[in-house]
């Protein structure tokens, strides 16, 4: 059957730039003019409503609904400058799109996955559609290297389950390839939209979050890095501010294990989780810093290096399945995982009394945001030091973090489990405080009742006397929970 619609499923890609599924149909429009391209994307309620993970934490947290909502928002309103529109519905996918079908025929384009419940979801549409002549199509587009250029079987059996020789095979065999521009133009949607309802963008309570919890998202806590706008419009900004009107690009290397400040290091990691920018067009702009610049150096390689790990993640994920999500992890390491609920809770509250985590987990609660160097501590921290389940952090992390990534956070979560096949990295917390916050800059920040507290104390107060504790006006034993040596 000939195809006469093209409804393109927007999920984790929300942009117009270098994106493929949208540079496609824009190509298929093109060459049938009587071509329908008709924009879509689904609040799955799946995600959001009262729906909770095995581990008992909600699927997305209300700050980083409020981000996607604003993307959403965003990728409509750039739909609608280049002549097009998006529709908007909330509900299950599958029994959404089906309402799109034209009994001419339509091919449902969107962005190929690989962990196991976007697949389900994937499979639910397939099968839905079908009845009505609809066909999916994935397409892949997730990764700074295309899969289809990675230097390893399609079936992922011989990539490595390391970093650096998997980094070292893609930067010897393969290339990033550049990324696709934005169409000029596309097809006008029909009245479909109104037909449907599908014109207005849900509020965080018809999402499910309740009235405080929408006032919180709503909130910005002035102690947070920066002011996170979701959309490929703030996307795009944030890469040219810090790569071009800051000139941070170049200092990368050496500022990215900060704490404190909107640039010590990018923070493109909320834009790219939910594809508001692709990391093709991030490299891209590293390599043209460096020729406008005239700066390359570890820096400017760094940001890339990076975004070659955001890649091993998924990779990983396509290659071990839900492996990535058991205890054992993709290397099925046998050991028991405490479950320990006031040791946790602590954890996740950030009262630990250890000052560096403490001050981590709470800016995390605020804002949603931790840095790099704070999320390997706290993790380290959660499973060597009190000896819990690794995957309680990681499905806690799903719900809170405005930058989840499924792969990426999971796998780091393997990472730091050591359930991987990777060296373990355990961290000793006060060595990591003085080195990273040598002046208790950070701890301060978001521990208050410590700001009395002199630097050559902050970061123990425990072993302050009871003279001192009553001079500085505080009172902090550290919480154990399972005592454990810190060798790292």
Known sequence: MACKRIVLWFRNDLRLTDNYIVSEAARRASASPNLEVVPFYCFD???????????GFKKTGARRAKFVIEAVEDLRSRLRAVGSDLLVTCGKPEEEIVKLMNAGGTKVLTQEEVTSEELAVDNAVRAAIKASGGELETVWGYSMYHKDDLPFQASLADMPNVMTP???????????????????????VTTLAEKLGATVLPTLQQLGFSEEEAKQAQTADPRGVMSFVGGETAGLARVKEYIFDNDCLKDYFDTRNGMVGKDYSTKFSSWLAIGCVSPRYIAEQCREYERVRGIKNKSTYWVI???????????????????????????????????NKEAFGRWVSGNTGHPLVDANMRELALTGFMSNRGRQNVASFLVHNLGLDWRLGAAYFEEILLDHDVSANWGNWNA???????????????????????????????????????????????????????????????YTGKSTDEST
């Not at 995600?47 to 909770?52: D, G, L, N, W």
């Open 45 to 55: 309620s799946r995600h959001y409503t009262t729906s909770k993970t095995s581990f």
């Open 166 to 188: 998997f980094k070292d095979k893609c930067e010897t065999h393969s290339q990033i390839r550049p990324p696709v521009p934005a169409p000029k133009s596309l097809p006008p």
């Open 305 to 339: 290096w990076e975004l070659t790990v955001r890649d091993f993640f998924r990779f990983q994920s396509a290659k071990h399945g839900n492996k990535v999500f058991f205890a054992g992890g993709p290397a099925d390491v046998q050991r028991r995982w405490g479950t």
């Open 416 to 478: 730091a489990a050591g359930v991987n096949g990777g060296r373990i990295n355990r961290f000793n917390i006060l060595k990591q405080s003085k080195d990273y916050d040598e002046e208790g800059v950070y701890v301060k920040r978001w521990c208050p009742e410590l700001s009395k507290v002199p630097p050559s104390r902050v970061h123990e107060p425990w072993q302050m006397n009871s003279k001192e504790m009553e001079q500085y006006g505080v009172s902090v034993v550290p």
